[in-house]
């Protein structure tokens, strides 16, 4: 996705659409997910940001050089070795404060 910062006033300041995200494998206590950290520059008046995407973002995949196996399913690898992961409608953002 792409992240719009906005100034108090709702006036954008900053478009952030090439951010590095990392896949986090699934565990036998959690889901695989994607995450990045974009710092907010509170100093140069940023205060919303609004979590763009389009139908062709949804519509892609994400590669996994690190593939892993669900218990009762086949692995499944393209022929360079990596697992494909479709991406989905709905998901959730956090946000964390880090100091």
């Known amino acids: 996705p792409s992240l719009l910062f906005l100034d108090q006033a709702k006036q954008p300041t900053r478009l952030v659409s090439d951010a590095v995200y990392q896949l986090h494998a699934e565990t ?8 990045g950290t974009v710092p ?12 763009l995407t389009t139908d ?3 519509s892609l995949q994400t590669l996994d050089n690190k593939p892993f196996k669900r ?6 690898l393209d022929e360079a070795g990596m697992q494909s992961h479709a991406h989905s409608d709905e998901g959730a953002f956090e946000l964390a404060i880090v100091r």
């Open 28 to 35: 036998w206590y959690r889901y695989a997910f994607i995450e």
């Open 56 to 58: 062709e973002d949804r």
């Open 71 to 76: 218990p009762l399913q086949t692995l499944a």
């Open 40 to 51: 907010v520059r509170a100093a140069a008046g940023e205060q919303y940001v609004l979590l």
